[in-house]
């Protein structure tokens, strides 16, 4: 089968035959597409800093394109070349996926391709500044200034590239998701598109060796997996800390990214105004030595951190199905979480504690009983769906039965 794969970054197979250092993003996609290379021919695509057409090995060719420029030419002539028997866009939040959609409308390939539902970057939109104030959202740092965006106009961005989603999805014939959420989003938009169930395997590293263990994690640590832009919801994980100390002193916050609190003038002066305004909420609440920013971790170093937790919280205001929790209860960490979009299409109160996103108060309560609490029931409920849901034999058998329906759909 010839196969085209559209994403909005390189995965590591790519990376590595470039000679770049592989991104530690979309993990799920790139086990997926690895699980394909071997018995088809693979035409992959992704926007890069230099353009570029060039054969990995026999049967796997990458093409490098500069999302800046017009894509209308080059994915009309590539697919008149390459003549997939489907292409499989990933991810319906990016301009490109767009133009591909109207290539496929203009050369009669609709039918044989599929959009797999990452986010939703519209919906993501009406949300986007929630929980934070109105002069935080209306202002500029030298850092937003300097990246030429604040939080306004990054939510007028993301509903702009949400009119582009809108009609990729309404161009499309078929759609990959996996929770009652998304689909209810996309049939909204396109009532007459197929939807496909679909899940989304974890990284490796995540489905053997150690587990969790109450006895050998680190005591009264709460660990958020990000917490670089507004929907991830750390404004509300900052407050929770703030009232988990009242009775916990030790607690500790624990996430991804640079720190908040910046010692350096540099540091603070490229910082944007959501990063101010946390460090100033940081600051105030005299939570400098409870909040602990890890960087950039690898898949290896991300699986030590949960381990080592007392606790994961999800505190967004919006996800689909965060592998962030997949990952979690695959491990047997307790998860706490804000039940938004398709939250608890993937995990249930009988496997995590779930709270309305609005009641940090439930957050709050839920992670005290846990720091308390030395049972397993819900984190073996966790793991043995977890082990269900996220397997990758699955998951490729299901794959391979959809990438069949939609090549044959003539």
């Known amino acids: 089968m010839k196969i085209l794969y559209l994403c909005n970054n390189a995965i590591p197979y790519v990376s590595t035959a470039l000679g770049k250092t592989p991104s530690v993003f979309g993990g799920w996609m790139a086990r997926t597409i690895d699980g394909f290379r071997k018995d088809n021919t693979i035409l992959f695509m992704c926007p890069g800093e230099t353009a570029m057409d060039k054969s990995i090995d026999p049967n796997f060719r990458c093409i490098i394109f500069n999302k800046k420029n017009d894509l209308t030419d080059l994915f009309d002539s590539v697919l008149r070349e390459f003549l997939p028997d489907i292409v499989h866009i990933w ?13 496929l409308a203009r050369n009669g390939m609709s039918k044989k391709a599929v959009l797999s539902i990452q986010g939703l970057i519209g919906e993501i939109a009406k949300v986007y500044d929630r929980g934070l104030p109105s002069k935080v959202v209306n202002k500029w740092s030298l850092g937003d200034i300097f990246r030429g965006g604040n939080i306004r106009s990054e939510k007028r961005n993301f509903d702009k590239r949400g009119q582009y989603e809108k009609k990729t999805i309404a161009n499309l014939n078929n759609v990959i998701g996996r929770t009652a959420w998304d689909e209810t989003c996309v049939k909204s938009i396109n009532k007459n598109i197929k939807y496909f169930f679909c899940g989304e395997s974890l990284r ?15 005591r009264h640590s709460i660990f958020v997996c990000q917490a670089s832009y507004p929907i991830k919801g750390f404004v509300f994980a900052v407050e929770i800390l703030q009232k988990l100390r009242e009775k916990y002193p030790d607690a500790v916050l624990i996430t991804t990214g640079k720190p908040f609190v ?3 003038v540099m540091g603070r002066l490229k910082q944007s105004s959501y990063q101010r305004f946390i460090r100033k909420k940081i600051v105030s609440a005299h939570l400098q030595n409870n909040i602990i920013c890890k960087g950039t971790l690898s898949d290896i170093a991300m699986k030590q951190e949960l381990l080592q937790a007392n606790v994961v919280l999800s505190p967004s205001v919006i996800e689909n199905s965060p592998n962030s ?7 047997g960490v307790p998860v706490v979480a804000s039940n938004v979009g398709g939250v608890s299409s993937i995990i249930s109160d009988n496997e995590g504690w779930l709270y309305d996103a609005d009641n940090i108060e439930a957050a709050v309560s839920y992670i005290d009983g846990i720091f308390e609490y030395q049972g ?16 990758f034999e699955e ?10 329906e939609v090549a044959d759909n003539v």
């Open 376 to 391: 397993n029931e819900k984190q073996a409920g966790a793991m043995s769906r977890a082990k269900k849901q996220y397997d």
């Open 325 to 331: 929790i997949g990952e979690a209860m695959m491990l």
């Open 395 to 404: 998951i490729m058998v299901r794959m391979k039965i959809i990438y069949r």
């Open 204 to 218: 490796e590293t995540f489905y053997d060796g150690d587990r969790w263990s109450y006895d050998k994690c680190k």
């Open 91 to 103: 991810g319906s939040e990016f301009a490109h996926s767009y133009y591909m959609s109207e290539a």
């Open 262 to 264: 910046q010692k350096s």
